[in-house]
């Protein structure tokens, strides 16, 4: 045997824990940089001697379609952007002593259909885009020498997800070394017990013998508190059987442990450790919590034995002008201001996403529901000129469903397992979508909430497969982690409820069919019932907060995204809370003031006319002509709430109306001061909101919440905002900049927000949105100082300092 104690020690030196623990065993280093990129399908690129010097030079993560021109003759369920093949090669090399070690490759995510070749040997064919997978090249690598990795990348079928999917290799991709006796991939499964003072954390290690040998081995386990303290050991050992994996299980002991809960998640490190003889030939770290989940059809979620609301939002997988590859920052961020305004769960809409993700919720305290697929068997729709609208396309995933569906599902749950945020798993989203595909007689006459597309198909498959399938699912899921629900996003419940679907299920997932929620609870009184995709309006929300029985409701969507597209132009779906550059919309703030205990004031406004309702999407503007009758929107949890214009309050405090969630004022628009005060049942004032006049624009504003990043790809997200005189932003400008940097950095895109502008993103001239404009800008491997200006003709020059460290 091997000892790679020296080896893991400097890999976990350089590297974050979450990267060394994602595969729960061996060295692992990233291999993100200095790769070559082709957007064409060449031959003979997997032989090592193929000549690819005049190939583009890419990092890693890449999404090659955000990089593309938009253009309407392309899909509109892809943003109107591309797909393509492209191929990617990277030369590596390993030191002469790996010589006996195992040796993997592993793919955070490769969208789509890729195929792998190392030394021009052909490892595998992975179709599923966003599962994370790897390889054992150890036979096909030569230690001591040069090795070449190739990966064929197939995203031809370009319209084959109903959203923007991006292309390329767009997650992280790391080398992982190893003893050939060491712990399985993904081989690590903590889960806790909590009862009362006493908890149990319960750890099933999975050994892995590639040796010519069977081992007698020793597995020990440290439990660390956020202090560095141990809180728990356990020491077991296993007989390892060569070519065989065993599976030995210990129980650690906790007293009084500090649970992890939306309001403080609190996080353990568990080090797992394989020796032999006394000496270490395998360790890795995995991160955990202790908390329990409990799910009463008649009285909802309780966390850690306390009744919980989930206030979730569906999320998919890009960020506006960075694609589908998105770096931690951004989701660190985004996350972050989803929380401020009230968000405690996220749905990964719908589909496993990276494995960031999963790890900032554990730190920020977002409860998790992980999903695994939007179709099955049979393709849906996916529309081409825009969103429900013209002939859609049939591209999909369904090929490969029944060959790789259920390895799809496991791997997600085995990948995913240890992140004490996960609740549930999903198995799907919408298949049993009234014809589309699946039809059943139960949909003449039914009623359902919705478009069926018609009534009974028989043409069309047999629903009654979803039953079956679901069935299957649930049993994996469950074979891989017994302690979580399994729970699906229905949109057909009548016909679910036909076809033995939602019986599969351990928790039912209702989507925009809050009519149900009540038939439903009477008719099947054991199930749990939530909202898994609900719309914004303050009836949905209603449904949730008036009935014990329903536990929370996952808006559609949290944040704008790609893909989705209405007619040209159009890049996305604009429903979001935030905005593409996650900035908080209208919409956003009025949601803040549903979900929220703390006071919230915002005020938004438009022009007043007879078909002015009370809308959630109006913007912070007091703009107008002089007398013009302004409609005043307070996104508020106040009891009440007045308004003042200029220092005079305008009539009598007015009542928070619960059947809109808004409080509104028509009132002829004169220019200055606009504020809201809100009051409690008592009549304390408790929050204030203004708005101010803009003039005419003067100048730029830069900012920067990080001024201090990481040398090594570290991440400023640099805003500019054009002001007037005054400092007052002016919402209407639309000037067009250009951003400069000098220093080791380079800028990954420019993102202002504007769903309809359908120009250049990642070039470094945009025109502003609401007056603002969010650039990336990422340093390059050196430290040193950098200098982020913006330039326009009229508005002269902004500029922001910022230090790679």
């Known amino acids: ?362 730190e920020l305290g977002l409860l998790v529901l992980d999903e695994a697929f939007d179709e099955w068997e049979f393709p849906k729709r996916k529309w081409l000129e825009g969103w429900n609208v013209g002939t859609p396309g049939f591209e999909g995933s369904y090929d490969f469903f029944e060959e790789w569906g259920s390895r799809d599902l496991a791997d997600m749950v085995r990948r995913d397992r240890n992140h004490p945020s996960i609740f549930a798993w999903s198995i799907g989203n919408e298949v049993d979508y009234p014809n589309d595909p699946y039809s059943h007689p139960v949909l003449d006459g039914s009623a359902i909430s919705q478009p069926m597309f018609g009534g009974y198909k028989p043409d069309q498959p047999d629903a009654n497969r979803l039953g079956v399938i679901a069935r299957r699912f649930a049993a994996e899921v469950k074979q891989v982690d017994p302690s979580r629900p399994v729970t699906a996003g229905l949109a057909g419940v009548v016909m679910s409820n036909a076809t033995g679907y939602a019986d599969a299920l351990d928790i039912a997932g209702y989507n925009y069919t809050e009519n149900r929620y009540a038939i439903d609870h009477e008719a099947y009184p054991q199930r749990v019932i939530y909202g898994s995709e609900n719309r914004h309006d303050h009836a949905a929300w209603k449904a949730v907060r008036d009935n014990d029985h329903i536990f929370g409701q996952f808006l559609w969507t949290g944040i704008d995204y790609l893909g989705e597209s209405g007619p ?33 004031a915002t005020l938004g406004t438009e022009p007043a006319s007879d078909k002015t309702t009370k809308s959630m999407d109006a913007w912070p503007v007091w703009n107008y002509e002089p007398g013009q009758l302004i409609r005043v929107f307070a996104y508020t949890n106040a009891a009440r709430a007045q308004l003042a214009l200029n220092g005079k309050t305008i009539g009598d405090p007015k009542p928070y109306d619960d059947e809109t969630g808004i409080i509104a004022w028509d009132i002829p628009f004169a220019p200055g001061r606009l504020e809201m005060i809100g009051f409690d049942e008592s009549g304390a004032e408790i929050c204030r909101s203004a708005l101010q006049s803009a003039g005419p624009a003067k100048s730029m504003e830069v900012s920067a919440e990080e001024t201090r990043i990481d040398h090594n790809k570290g991440l400023a997200m640099v805003v500019l905002q054009v002001v007037d005189d005054a400092g007052v932003p002016v919402m209407d400008s639309t000037h067009e900049v250009t951003c400069h940097i000098d220093g080791p950095a380079r800028l990954l895109g420019l993102e202002a927000s504007n769903n309809r502008d359908m120009s250049d993103y990642t070039d470094a001239t945009h025109r502003v949105f609401h007056g603002r404009i969010l650039a990336y800008v990422q340093a390059t491997g050196t430290p040193g100082d950098i200098t982020v200006r913006f330039t326009n003709n009229e508005l002269g020059e902004g500029s922001i300092q910022l230090r790679a460290k």
Request: charged share 20%.
């Open 568 to 600: 040209w132009p159009s890049r996305g779906f604009y429903s979001g809370l935030l905005d593409f550059g996650g900035f908080i919309k209208p919409r956003g703030h009025f949601r803040a003031a549903l979900w929220l205990d703390t006071p919230v």
């Open 1 to 362: 045997m091997i000892p790679i104690r020296a080896l893991l020690l400097a890999a976990t030196a350089l590297l974050p824990t979450v990267a060394v623990a994602q595969l729960s065993f061996g060295s692992a280093s990233l291999i993100n940089d200095g790769w070559s990129f082709a957007l064409k399908d060449v031959s003979e690129v997997a032989n090592p001697e193929f000549d690819d010097r005049s190939w583009e030079r890419v990092d890693l993560p890449h999404d090659w379609s955000v990089k593309q021109p938009l253009s309407p003759d392309l899909a509109s369920c892809m943003g109107y952007l591309p797909g393509g093949i492209g191929w990617y090669r990277k030369t590596f090399s390993l030191p002469a002593d790996a010589a006996g070690e195992r040796v993997y490759i592993y793919f955070e995510g490769v969208y789509n259909r890729s195929d792998v070749y190392v030394n021009g040997h052909h490892l595998g064919h992975r179709p599923n885009g966003y599962v994370s997978f790897y390889y054992d090249v150890t036979s096909h690598v030569r230690p001591g020498a040069e090795n070449v990795i190739a990966v064929r990348v197939d995203h031809s079928r370009a319209a084959d997800s109903r959203w923007y999917t991006g292309s390329g290799i767009y997650r992280n991709v790391h080398l992982i070394r190893a003893n050939p006796v060491h712990l399985a991939p993904w081989g690590i499964f903590a889960r806790s017990e909590v009862d009362g003072a006493d908890a149990r954390l319960l750890v099933d290690a999975e050994v892995r013998n590639d040796s010519d040998s069977d081992a007698t081995l020793t597995v020990t386990h440290e439990l660390r508190a956020a202090d560095g303290s141990v809180v728990a050991s356990a020491s077991r050992e296993v007989a390892a059987r060569s070519a065989q994996t065993d599976t030995v299980t210990a129980v650690l002991e906790v007293t009084n442990p500090r649970v992890w809960s939306v309001d403080s998640p609190n996080l353990y490190q568990l080090t797992t450790t394989l020796l032999q003889d006394g000496r270490t030939i395998d360790e890795t770290t995995t991160r955990t919590g202790f908390r329990t989940f409990t799910f009463d059809p008649d009285r909802g979620f309780f966390l850690n034995g306390v009744p919980m609301k989930m206030k979730g939002v569906c999320l998919h997988h890009d960020a506006g002008v960075l694609g589908a590859a998105v770096p931690r920052e951004v989701w660190r961020k985004r996350l972050q201001t989803l929380k401020s305004i009230g968000c405690n769960a996220i749905r990964t809409s719908h589909n496993p996403q990276a494995p960031d993700l999963y790890d900032l919720c554990d």
